[in-house]
């Protein structure tokens, strides 16, 4: 009882069924391992046994460099086992310590479960097992606690303080930042406020710093991840931000160079170098920076996700800076607008390998769209043709605002969506992966509102949720091993795989399928599977097994595209297998299964709603 109590308690073997943990439990092994035994060695046999830690640590070794110290209930040998290769890294105990052993059979039908799979990805993308480049800080740093960060307790002053006194007392305390609580909430006063709301606009020192703060600030709680917050200050162009505890309260100020620094290559350096930038050749000139920016978050494991993240707020920021050259060079939009991003676009999942997916809404209040357009296509065209510069291609299939049918009023617009939500037809259903993952870039005009009120009403439309069912189950992972994994059989691709198309484009369907089905309207993928989780449009298992792979597939393809720009080469979504380890080809099956078990029962559940 006392082995299957424990096991119970830790993953893969908590999803398992009593009586079947009960068997297992009976046939595990107890072996201890004084201080000092080596129980792997790397490169040597492969592993006879999955182990489990039950008392004591070990050490992880990389060429004998210490990358990670591992306690009870991780689990170890997994890949080896599986794979029959010699292990990537020697394990040694640290102390003495106790282990659980499980048997090849019995650990490849733990392993081979659903739980199991998600387990074993999840893994080898944490790094736990691909040690090739050991722990980086900086990896590491992105999954703390962001109150780790804060390094002295907030200061703060009175919303009546005077912005001479609030700088007096900002010098005194060596801070660049004031918290002012207000209202029940927090304001905060910078130094770049001081500089552009006072001095820039030449405003009286005796003005109170109530006037002139931002209110409320945009805190985080306490329990974030420093990462979490990382990517909140990008996406609303921001510094500082407040950490506050349970009740509100405020903790301390973390700033941007306290998350990530402000070296060349970091991704606030480059927004600020777009945003900073004097004119249209200067802006996409800061903007091919962007690979530096992305091969360095590679290098420190930044989770791949938040990469494709990242991409997508320094696409924005260029799409901003060039909007705002544009009407100062047209001159002020004729009527309220709005720039829409579309596809990967809207959802913010980016690679260096990209193209642009945008429209453009306008409300016509009244006048012909023949007045008006015409201001729109010069200045639709002037921002594509300055993201094309920057190295972002225009869309094939011409998903842009640069396109007249690309540009509508809102009226239009939702028009359009009706339609395709009536009968997709053989242009809703070619642009049915774009059009529905929309989100407002910039302009005044509130496009995203009309649309999403569509989506919420999805069940009025049940042709609809079939089309997007089925474009969920259409392409398939490529599960039919040859070789480790069903490669391009001919063509300028022949022996390569399309790790995007067949894999992390049929994650995104699978979600918006399921996210709209339920009548939501988050975009992000991850965000889609969560939320459908939420509302029970899937089960939980499926959400964390299809999030996992997702998150493991971008990383393949980030290290691709990185591989490549370091090779002089244009990036791609076709990975040779041949170049990926062992263990990521075994954890590219593994990912490519969960997608395949995903679209079975979305095909099931199509077919019962079809009887």
């Known amino acids: 009882m006392e082995v299957a109590s424990f096991l119970a308690r830790h993953a893969p073997f908590d999803a398992m069924e009593p009586d079947r943990l009960d068997e297992l439990a009976g046939r595990v092994k107890t072996e201890q391992f004084p201080a000092g035994t080596v129980m792997l060695q790397q490169s040597g046999e492969p592993s006879r046994f999955l182990y489990i830690m039950r008392h004591g640590s070990a050490e992880i070794l990389d060429d004998g460099h210490l990358v990670d110290l591992i306690g009870e209930g991780e689990v170890f040998g997994a890949w080896s086992l599986l794979g029959g290769f010699g292990p990537t890294a020697t394990v040694r105990a640290h102390d003495d310590t106790t282990c659980f052993l499980i048997e090849p059979d019995d650990a490849k039908e733990v392993l081979g479960t659903s739980k199991g799979m998600t387990f074993v990805v999840s893994s080898l993308r944490r790094g736990l097992v691909d040690t090739s480049r050991g722990r980086d800080t900086a990896a590491a740093d992105r999954y703390r606690k962001v109150s780790s960060l804060v390094r002295r307790p907030a200061v703060t002053c009175e919303a009546a303080t005077t912005v001479a006194e609030a700088a007096e007392l900002m010098a005194r305390e060596h801070v660049s930042s004031l918290l002012i609580p207000r209202d029940g909430g927090l304001g905060i006063f910078t130094d770049r406020d001081l500089r552009t709301r006072i001095v820039g606009a030449r405003r009286s020192l005796e003005t109170p710093v109530g006037d002139v703060m931002t209110f409320p600030a945009s805190a985080a709680s306490e329990d974030a991840m420093a990462g979490e917050v990382l990517l909140l200050m990008l996406d609303q162009g921001f510094h500082h931000a407040p950490i506050v505890d349970a009740s509100g309260g405020p903790i301390g100020i973390v700033t941007d160079t306290d998350l990530l620094g402000l070296g060349k290559s970091t991704p606030f350096a480059l927004k600020s170098s777009i945003e900073r930038a004097a004119d249209r050749d200067a802006a996409v000139h800061a903007a091919r920076g962007l690979p530096d920016v992305v091969c360095s978050l590679v290098d420190v494991g930044t989770d791949p996700v938040d990469v494709g993240h990242i991409v997508g707020f320094t696409i924005d920021a260029l799409t901003r800076h060039l909007i705002s050259l544009a009407i100062e060079r047209l001159g002020a939009p004729p009527v309220p607008w709005a720039w829409l991003a579309l596809g990967s676009a809207g959802r913010q999942e980016q690679a260096l390998h990209t193209d642009q997916d945008h429209a453009l809404a306008y409300d016509l209040q009244g006048r012909p769209r023949e007045e008006v357009d015409p201001y729109f296509a010069e200045f639709a065209e002037f921002v594509t043709a300055g993201l094309e510069d920057a190295g972002i291609p225009r869309c094939n299939g011409d998903a842009m605002a640069a396109n007249s049918a690309l540009r509508k009023s809102i009226e239009g617009w939702t028009d359009a969506y009706k339609g395709w939500m009536t009968d997709p037809g053989v242009e809703g259903s070619v642009l049915l992966s774009i059009v529905f993952d929309y989100r407002r870039v910039m302009g005044p005009l509130d496009a995203e509102r009309p649309l999403d009120e569509l989506l919420r009403s999805c069940k009025l439309y049940p042709n609809f949720l079939r089309h997007l069912s089925r474009r969920a189950l ?106 990926l380890g062992p263990l990521t080809r075994q954890a590219l099956k593994e990912a490519f299964k969960v997608i395949a078990r995903a679209q079975k029962g979305l095909e099931s559940a199509l077919s019962f709603q079809l009887r």
Do not use: C, M, Y
Request: proline content about 4%; glycine content about 10%; aromatic content about 6%.
């Open 474 to 579: 259409e392409e398939k992972p490529p599960t039919g091993f040859f070789k480790d994994l069903v490669v391009e059989a001919k063509g300028q691709q022949a022996g390569r795989l399309d790790i995007k198309h067949k894999g992390i484009t049929i994650v995104g369907n699978l979600a918006r399928a399921a996210s709209i089905r339920a009548g939501l309207t988050e975009k992000r993928t991850i965000g889609r599977l969560r939320a459908a989780a939420g509302v029970g449009a899937i089960d939980e298992e499926t959400r964390a097994e299809l999030e996992e792979a997702f998150r493991f597939l971008w990383g393949v393809r980030l290290k691709h595209h990185v591989a490549r720009v370091r090779a002089g080469k244009s990036p791609d979504d076709f990975v040779d297998p041949s170049e």
